[in-house]
């Protein structure tokens, strides 16, 4: 057990103001594994204090040097690529094959992404007569969530950085250990004090004073629509800047002319990855009637190969939910699907065969999903795959749109311009064609309930931008 009593603020680890602790839980073993203090009100006021001493000099420091700052921090967190992935099996529970390729391994990249473009941007333009200063928005106060506790840290924290932000980082509180690593690495990476703080704490205490706080500039959120909705109020009333990354609903088409078994093959492990708990989840699979039975056979043989298990044995491919909440809701949710007429042909509510502590949920599909059912609707956020039916071309863009989220989603057809085609009508923020490829230069978000703003490559920079024009 590690018992942490400093934040990271203003370039060194300090104590907590309070007294209050945050026990972090193995979901696995159900066992606490560390505390770290939970901040209060006061710990955000001295976080954004040295965030605001530290601003004018990061934001007059060349390009250049943020370049090499953000460099030396991608090597940081790169010499810790083993600890990462332990900590993040061990508090979220993702098995560690996909802790150390993705929860690890994507945050490395995506640091790498911005030191080279801090070097590259043009933070000036000329247009006619005047020219155009990008200048940084000011400082940064950042509340992420458990789900990929460190790739989130990072799209936020290094696009704010290569801007010339300074920031305050608040984590998920099922988390914080991760965001310790990364704080470390900060540290090691040579930033100036007071340029990165972290404050670990519960979200409507730590986080809810983050956002509120004069001395924020902008509030970027990773999480809930419900928390996003109140964020970005208190943004809205304050007049300061907000970026929303929220949930999805998001669709897998398998056009007629698709490779059937790779489609679902694939589409099955998109949604089984990390337990389900991945915003951009293709969670309804939308597959064209007359190959339609087909697919939901192929999809739950996929599944039932997802044996729930221990985290830290390399066979493993699906680990526990976050934690018990999680399971509740996403066991709710599968009860809600059978009450509601979908047929349960792969896993299902009660507890995996032979599993005796640890939030598991069973790999489940379901097949017969309508527009209308709690699962094809809402975001589940667990193991749970929803295979729906379209009877021609127009219909599957229709179910597709039927959603109040648009934040990615997939299409597979035989030939390329097809499935583009089709792409060009879906209204989400990132579609993958015939598998795609995750390229973190991509603009990451959302449209319709799924967001505000994009993450990730330049598109992720100008977020942290605002523009002042000269005219000559
Ligand atoms: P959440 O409450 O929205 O948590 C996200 C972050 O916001 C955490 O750091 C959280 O702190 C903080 N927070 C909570 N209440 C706050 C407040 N009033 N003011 C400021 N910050 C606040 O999400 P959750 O409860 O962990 O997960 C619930 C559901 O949200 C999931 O089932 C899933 O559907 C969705 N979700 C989506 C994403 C995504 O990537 N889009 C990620 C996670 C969850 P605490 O950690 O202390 O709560
Ligand atoms: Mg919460």
Redesign the pocket.
């Known amino acids: 057990m590690q018992a942490h009593n400093g934040m990271y603020i203003d370039g060194d680890w300090r104590p907590a103001a309070g007294d209050g602790t945050i026990e972090v839980v193995n979901p696995a073993t159900e066992e606490i594994i560390g505390t770290v203090p939970a901040g209060t009100a006061e710990d955000v006021d001295a976080a954004v204090a040295a965030a605001r001493a530290a601003l004018p000099g990061w934001a007059a420091t060349e390009p250049a040097e943020r370049a090499a700052r953000i460099g030396a921090l991608r090597d940081a967190l790169a010499a810790r690529r083993e600890t990462i992935a332990a900590t993040v099996t061990a508090e979220l529970g993702a098995p560690l094959s996909f802790s150390e390729a993705v929860h690890a391994g994507l945050p490395i990249t995506v640091a790498g992404t911005y030191a080279t473009l801090a070097a590259e941007h043009s933070f000036e333009e000329k247009l006619g007569t005047s020219r155009v200063l990008h200048e940084p928005v000011g400082v940064v106060g950042a509340?992420?969530?458990?789900?990929?506790p460190l790739h989130?840290i990072v799209a936020k924290a290094a696009p704010a950085l290569a801007a010339g932000c300074t920031m305050v980082l608040?984590?998920?509180?099922?988390t914080p250990l991760v965001a310790r690593l990364f704080a470390e690495a900060v540290a090691e990476a040579g930033l100036p004090a007071g340029v990165f703080n972290l404050v670990t704490?519960?979200?409507?205490v730590?986080?809810?004073a983050?956002?509120e706080h004069e001395g924020v500039d902008m509030v970027s959120?990773?999480?809930?629509?419900?928390?996003?909705r109140?964020?970005g109020a208190i943004a809205g009333g304050a007049i300061k800047r907000v970026a929303l990354?929220?949930?999805?609903k998001s669709a897998n088409v398998v056009l007629p002319s698709a490779d059937l078994v790779k489609a679902v093959k694939i589409g099955v492990g998109n949604v089984m990855a990390n337990a389900g708990?991945?915003?951009s989840a293709w969670t309804r699979m939308l597959v064209h009637a007359d190959r339609y039975d087909e697919a939901v056979e192929i999809a739950a043989a996929a599944a039932a190969k997802y044996v729930p298990g221990d985290p830290t044995d390399p066979a493993t491919r699906l680990g526990p939910l976050?934690n018990a909440?999680?399971r509740e809701?996403?066991t709710g949710y599968i009860r809600t699907g059978i009450s509601e007429g979908a047929d349960l042909v792969a896993g299902g509510p009660d507890a995996p065969e032979g599993v005796e502590r640890g939030y598991y949920v069973r790999p489940t599909v379901f097949a017969g999903v309508t527009p209308e059912m709690t699962i094809a609707r809402e975001?589940?956020?667990g193991p749970v795959l929803s295979v729906m039916r379209y009877e021609d071309v127009e219909d599957a863009v229709r179910i597709a749109n039927d959603s109040s989220y648009g934040?990615a989603g997939a299409v597979w057809a035989a030939d390329e311009a097809e499935a583009v085609a089709f792409a060009r009508r879906l209204q989400t923020g990132q579609v993958d064609v015939n598998g795609g490829r995750f390229n973190p230069l991509a603009p990451f978000g959302g449209y319709k309930r799924s967001?505000v703003g994009r993450e990730l490559g330049p598109h992720g920079l100008t977020e942290y931008l605002q523009t002042k024009s000269l005219q000559f």
């Open positions: 509340i992420t969530p458990w789900n990929y989130q608040k984590p998920a509180e099922d704490g519960v979200g409507p730590a986080g809810q983050l956002a959120f990773t999480g809930s629509t419900a928390v996003g109140r964020i990354e929220l949930g999805g708990q991945t915003c976050v909440a999680q809701r996403v975001e589940i956020f934040l967001g």
